[in-house]
């Protein structure tokens, strides 16, 4: 069952649909006659529901619904906090909750992506749960939803009765979750009919300086920490330099970002590396040496473990771009 409500992103709506349709088509490929197969019905809140892009999308009154497995929320083409706030107020949206929070109660599962995810965490449902959200609104997932576990390096989170996925494309990777459930090497197969790499994490998609526009403090620290990548890092000459105490800027940075100045501070360096890789002939010493790291070893081990992949792996992604 999918949730569609006025404004729906429209590669959203369509990549989760897509998915199970080839899904249904590929089955019998697999296993003639006995496949799995989806029943997809797409419902609304509202008779009339129309995509962000003006399309018109036949829905399912939800009064009509019957009881599905799963729920999906496709994101609202709402990209900016400027406009996902006044949308979340919507009493469309509202209604939505409510229909989220009624089917939660009769033991339906729930998975959202990408924007959708504000909509379930805005019910109160994801409270106590873990759960992720489109990278560049991090920010304010934290600040609005503090009882949700949120971890928005990764692509995907199942938690309990809940699953929520990245950013846009998140959707996809969503959908392809939904259906390994049903059958592994169905979903194998889909991905690859759809040319869809394994991407657990949205690490290396994130701009760090996009996230640290969210707050003041935090962009003053972003640009005070790139002007001194190739130095060790020192929180004490970083809260001396913004004129505040460390203990603020601790709990400061990761009240926003949900990780240490320290964590960050790292993540301006692994940015920093990357761009050299692909932009640069420089050796992997040298790169070091520019972001401040003693050897290549270390900035290998560290470009593995942030965003799993090798220095090789990174340079023939910019070729191959």
Not at 92 to 97: E, F, R, S
Not at 156 to 184: K, R, Y
Not at 196 to 203: H, K
Not at 268 to 280: D, F, I, K, P, Q
Request: hydrophobic share 50%.
């Amino acid at each position: 069952m999918v949730l569609a409500l006025d404004g729906v992103f429209d590669t959203a709506l369509s990549a989760v649909l897509d998915a199970f349709t080839i899904a249904n088509e590929l089955a019998d490929m697999l296993e003639p006659g006995a496949g799995p197969r989806f029943e997809i019905e797409l419902i609304g809140v509202r008779r009339d529901v129309r995509t962000a892009l003006g399309m018109r999308v036949p829905v399912k009154p939800a009064s009509a619904m019957t009881r599905p497995d799963w729920l999906i929320v496709p994101a609202p083409a709402t990209k900016m906090p400027a406009q996902l706030l006044p949308a979340l107020a919507r009493r469309d949206v509202i209604d939505a909750m409510q229909l989220l929070t009624q089917q939660h109660a009769d033991g339906v599962k729930i998975a959202a992506a990408c924007i959708g995810t504000f909509v379930l965490a805005e019910s109160g449902l994801l409270d106590g749960h873990e759960a992720t959200t489109s990278w560049w609104l991090a920010p304010l997932f934290r600040q609005r939803y503090p009882a949700v576990r949120l971890d928005s390096a990764r692509m995907l989170v199942p938690s309990g009765e809940f699953t929520t996925a990245g950013a846009a494309m998140g959707h996809l990777d969503l959908a392809l979750w939904l259906i390994n459930q049903a059958s592994p090497a169905l979903a194998a197969t889909v991905a690859r009919y759809l040319i869809v790499d394994a991407r657990p994490s949205q690490a290396p998609y994130m701009i760090p300086d996009h996230l640290a526009r969210a707050d003041p403090m935090v962009e003053r620290f972003e640009r005070w920490a790139r002007a001194r990548l190739a130095q060790g890092f020192s929180l004490e000459a970083a809260a001396h330099a913004l004129a505040t105490s460390t203990r603020t800027l601790q709990r400061r940075i990761e009240a926003v970002l949900g990780k240490s100045p320290l964590s960050y501070f790292q993540d301006l360096r692994v940015e920093r590396a990357v761009h050299l890789l692909r932009s640069s002939q420089l050796d992997i010493e040298a790169i070091a040496a520019e972001v401040g790291y003693a050897d290549g070893a270390t900035l290998r081990t560290l470009l593995r473990r942030r965003l799993g992949r090798g220095v090789k792996e990174i340079r023939a992604g910019a070729a191959e771009g």
